[in-house]
């Protein structure tokens, strides 16, 4: 337990309450469009730091740190392939995602494919928001808080945390989460280069730092590991970690949401490059100081505790209010994120689509009580995640179980006219068996399901999905090409827009832009191989 002096306290309150009431003021919520998707009048920066800030939440702060101090840098692959992602995402997706003025991921599914799809989607897109990023992130917060306040009841704990989030989120919707993201995102931006210059100025020369590190072994230096180690193989970097990436930046509610509130699809491209660039020095701010926490803490049973340790340790009064801010500053911003987009999946793909009279006040109230309603569940369920191995574990295997079928079934349906929508359910329900087969499996201890890494699983599901999706669509016919405009991509999209790109400012065109943030981030993993 930390002893916090009553100038961290006074921050912590002022800011607490600060971005309750900015963001209460903030809000827009006299239509669905503006609760939803915050007016669609949001520009690169916000979009940018917004999506950064949902992504690099609480759970982020101790898992990354965490999983430096365990296994080695080898765990910022998550981060940098997020930049090669949201490449991908500029270029190929996001335009149909804005041109066909979609509110959720799942709606997309009911334009290429059809409603079974859709209601699928939405589904396992509230199960991961619920169960994963918002329960995830509250016992985050947990183990935080319990860390610098002593053994506090979990349900307290995380019930204050869920109330904190949903007080603006209920009454200000997207924009109120979007515009509060930008100053958390500062707010823990500067307090984790706070702590990582200090933590550095004690660590010693990185020589000694290094060897400290390969004392538990060569890989803690490297990010592309052999295929014998089981959190990290070479295979599963290549074939496992994009899979997860993709579906994170490309179909997860919560995240996608933010750049479809962009003003126009080249604001939204900006705002998403603009994230995949803040992932980089997540390196220097998280990872490395989970490597220098071996030397200056060498004693650790829980690499869960490694950040807030360092926190405790080394940082002075006043600062240490601040950066507790700043941890909650994150916490809030994954919440509320999570919580709004849950609330967007139940009004628009559920209550609108059988009640398609509704109106906008009504849709938003409904919403509104969706909010409340998911908060209650992951204060419920966020304590349990502590009977898990790992932290870090339970964020990626669950992903790693539920996401693949949904990415098999998206790709084949965005680059393929002949994928059918009997194909694409077919895929999608093959995938939900294969994974509820390897929970099962793993349930009754079955040794040779348990030896597989989760990021080896991963593929093993999209393939068979992908598969699946292929070969039932071939006994079907595909939709006529009229239904499919705006769905599909094809080179001659891609050649149209070059026409119309011509002349304009390289620090305008995303594509110049992409092709630097690429040659950025793999600098950064070519040195650090």
Not at 451 to 479: M, Q
Request: net charge positive.
């Amino acid at each position: 337990m930390l002893n916090i002096s009553n100038t961290d306290l006074l921050i912590i309150l002022i800011y607490v309450t600060g971005i309750i009431i900015y963001g209460i003021k903030s809000g827009k919520k006299s239509t669905s469009e503006e609760y939803f998707l915050g007016g669609k009048s949001m520009t690169w920066p916000v979009i940018g730091l917004s999506m950064f800030a949902a992504n690099i939440s609480s759970n982020s702060l101790v898992a990354i740190t965490g999983g430096a101090y365990n296994g080695g840098i080898s765990v910022f692959n998550y981060e940098w392939m997020a930049s090669v992602v949201l490449v991908v995402f500029c270029i190929f997706i996001l335009p149909f995602y804005i041109k066909t003025g979609i509110y959720t991921m799942p709606e997309y599914f009911e334009k290429r494919f059809d409603y079974r799809s859709r209601f699928y989607f939405s589904i396992i897109t509230l199960i991961g928001n619920i169960f994963i990023d918002t329960a995830g992130t509250l016992y985050a917060g947990y183990k935080t808080i319990s860390f610098f306040a002593g053994d506090l009841n979990p349900y307290l704990v995380v019930g204050s945390l869920a109330f904190f989030a949903a007080s603006y989120t209920v009454l200000g919707g997207l924009s109120s989460v979007m515009k509060t993201e930008v100053v958390n995102t500062l707010i823990l931006l500067f307090s984790a280069c706070v702590l990582a210059v200090i933590v550095f100025n004690e660590a010693g020369s990185w020589e000694e730092v290094k060897a400290v590190a390969n004392l538990k072994g060569d890989h803690m230096m490297h990010l592309v590991l052999p295929n014998s180690n089981k959190s990290m193989p070479w295979l599963g970097l290549v074939l496992g970690v994009p899979l997860l990436g993709f579906y994170f930046w490309c179909n997860n509610q919560f995240i996608v949401q933010r750049a479809l509130s962009a003003k126009n699809i080249d604001e939204g491209r900006k705002g998403a490059l603009f994230a995949g660039l803040l992932k980089i020095p997540v390196l220097f701010l998280l990872v490395f100081p989970g490597i220098i926490a071996i030397s200056l803490l060498p004693n650790l049973k829980d690499s869960s505790e490694a950040y807030p340790t360092l926190l405790a340790n080394y940082l002075p009064n006043g600062l240490v209010g601040l950066t507790i801010a700043g941890f909650l500053a994150a916490m809030a911003s994954a919440v509320s994120a999570t919580l709004n987009s849950a609330s967007t999946l139940v009004s628009m793909d559920l209550i609108k689509k059988f009640n398609p009279e509704i109106s906008s006040k009504k849709l938003v109230l409904s919403g509104q009580i969706a909010t409340l309603i998911f908060m209650v569940i992951a204060v419920l369920w966020a304590p349990q995640i502590s009977k898990s191995e790992s932290f870090m574990d339970y964020m990626q295997g669950v992903l790693a179980l539920i996401s693949p079928p949904v990415v098999a079934v998206f790709l084949a349906g965005l680059f393929s006219k002949r994928t059918t929508s009997n194909g694409a359910f077919a895929g999608l329900i093959t995938g939900l068996f294969i994974g509820v087969s390897f929970i099962i499996l793993q349930i009754f201890d079955v040794s040779w399901a348990a030896a597989i890494p989760f990021l080896i699983k991963a593929p093993i599901i999209f393939g068979t999905c992908l598969s699946i999706t292929y070969l039932v669509s071939l006994k079907g016919k595909p939709k006529e090409n009229s239904e499919l405009e705006n769905l599909v991509w094809s080179p001659v999209l891609y050649r149209e827009e070059t026409i119309e790109m011509k002349g304009i400012s390289w620090y305008n065109n995303y594509r110049i832009l992409s092709a630097l943030l690429l040659l950025i981030t793999f600098t950064v993993v070519f040195i650090f191989r």
